[in-house]
Nanobody, 124 residues
Framework: QVHLVESGGGLVQSGGFLRVSCGVSGSLFSIGDMRWYRQAPGKQRELVASITSGGSTDYADSVKGRFTISRDNAKNTVYLQMNSLKPEDTAVYYC??????????????????WGQGTQVTVSS
């Protein structure tokens, strides 16, 4: 089994910063793309940022220039540094990862996992 555990959420004032982290553990061969999503009350879950195993990144337009996604492959951890936070950034932030695991018969399987989410609240 594979587990994703987020940490680092909390309450911050508008204009402030937070860093959320997501550690991946369990029986796995490697980790592919990693992503941060968020879901605000009454809204659909949206993709915030993604990073490939090689370090290429992509961001939602709403967070470009303010958020930075990074990863430490040695620690199986992905980070989201959030600066210049706005009240509209308030949401539960979820980590998502593609994980390569050993399958039967010597095959490798790509599976997708989610974390449990961490609340980020930005006060005005």
């Amino acid at each position: 089994q594979v587990h994703l555990v987020e940490s680092g959420g909390g309450l911050v004032q508008s204009g402030g910063f937070l860093r959320v982290s997501c550690g991946v553990s369990g029986s796995l061969f490697s980790i592919g793309d990693m992503r941060w999503y968020r879901q605000a009350p009454g809204k659909q879950r949206e993709l915030v940022a993604s990073i490939t195993s090689g370090g290429s990144t992509d961001y939602a337009d709403s967070v470009k220039g303010r958020f930075t996604i990074s990863r430490d492959n040695a620690k199986n951890t992905v980070y989201l540094q959030m600066n210049s936070l706005k009240p509209e950034d308030t949401a539960v932030y979820y980590c998502n990862a593609d994980v390569i695991r050993y399958g039967g018969g010597g095959l490798m399987n790509k599976e997708n996992y989610w974390g449990q989410g961490t609340q980020v609240t930005v006060s005005s």
